[in-house]
């Protein structure tokens, strides 16, 4: 495989934000303390931490927090010493005021995060964030969901509003590796920022996609370390880092210390273990957002529904994050056309 980047890869460890999901949102702030900790002695790049749903997530809809994200934040920063501590925002979600407090706390990075057709609610916050000095990435969810003219129509907005890089966001782990070759290099070939990639394993493509995506010339990758994001979790950092090294990709993460990470303290504190199983399967064969799948059990639950099915009728209605409520109302429906049967 051949880099098509001079650029040097950097990488976000996301499992203090989309592992917030699978932790219900119930961190602790020893337990991020911990990770961070870890995390930045093993060399990591920038360390993302918030809400799974982004700055401002905390709610009855997306899921209450145990301890407020911005004490999680101000955690992270004071367990860095070399790395990064970045954040991310949906607008309509989070607002100018959380990133504000953010960055006050020492976030150096914010991604702004969009579904893929919605850009232009981006343009607020991206300014905002870079008249403050931080980093500033756009970030496109459910890249699978549209065609690749208009995912780069979208990028160049972001880009046009003052995004560093944009990236390509694998949402759902929906996307086959020749889509994701597809739209790394239409991004690469219409931008003059830089390019990403985040990566969902529903489908077990995540490590194989994030490889394509730099051979295309991506330079920002995301991983979450023993898998622990939404779904059945991101491309796993310590198996990614260990193919770039063999490679000959060397990042300057230590991959020993990630891996004692994954095995001696992110392990014990999962509530399950990340696997594919039928719930992230279903997610990526029917395009669902990942974050759903909790969601889903639980409405399965209460109406004693199967959550796949709940699921598949979601991708049918294309349902997309912040849509949240659309979960139950879908169940609820499934319920009473069961009963009328």
Do not use: W
Request: aromatic share 4%.
């Amino acid at each position: 495989m051949i880099r098509k980047s001079d650029s040097p890869i950097k990488m976000t460890e996301v499992c203090l934000r989309d592992g917030s999901h699978v932790m219900a949102h119930q961190y602790t702030e020893s337990q991020v303390r911990e990770i961070a900790r870890a995390l930045d002695q093993a060399g990591m790049h920038y360390i993302e931490v918030s809400h799974g749903d982004g700055l401002g997530g905390s709610t009855l809809q997306y899921g209450k927090s145990l301890v407020d994200e911005m004490k999680l934040i101000e955690a992270a920063v004071e367990e860095c010493k070399q790395a990064t501590v970045a954040v991310l925002l949906l607008p309509g979600i989070g607002t100018v005021h959380e990133l504000k407090q953010a960055y006050q706390l020492g976030a150096g990075l914010v991604r702004i995060a969009t579904h893929v057709t919605e850009a232009d609610v981006s343009a607020q916050h991206i300014s905002v964030a870079r008249e403050l000095g931080m980093e500033t990435l756009g970030f496109l969810m459910m890249a699978h969901m549209v065609p690749t003219e208009k995912l780069v129509e979208q990028a160049k907005l972001m880009e046009s509003y003052g995004a560093q890089a944009v990236y390509v966001t694998d949402s759902a782990g929906a996307l086959l590796q020749h889509e994701v070759r597809e739209k790394i290099s239409a991004l690469r070939n219409a931008l003059t920022i830089e390019v990403g990639f985040h990566a969902h394993n529903n489908l077990s493509l995540a490590v194989a996609n994030t490889l394509v995506a730099i051979e295309e010339g991506a330079t920002r990758i995301d991983g979450s370390v023993r898998c622990l994001g939404a779904g059945a979790g991101n491309a796993q950092t310590e198996v990614l880092l260990s193919v770039l090294d063999r490679m000959g990709m060397n990042l300057g993460i230590d991959i020993y210390k990630m891996m004692d990470l994954a095995e001696n303290i992110v392990g014990p504190m999962l509530p399950r273990a990340q696997e594919i199983n039928k719930g992230s399967l279903v997610l990526g064969y029917a395009g669902v957002y990942s974050s759903f799948l909790l969601h889903a059990e639980r409405a399965g639950k209460r109406f004693g529904l199967d959550p796949r099915d709940i699921l598949i009728e979601l991708g049918k209605r294309k349902v997309v994050g912040g849509q949240e409520d659309m979960i139950l109302e879908v169940a609820s429906e499934l319920a009473r056309r069961n009963v009328e049967v």
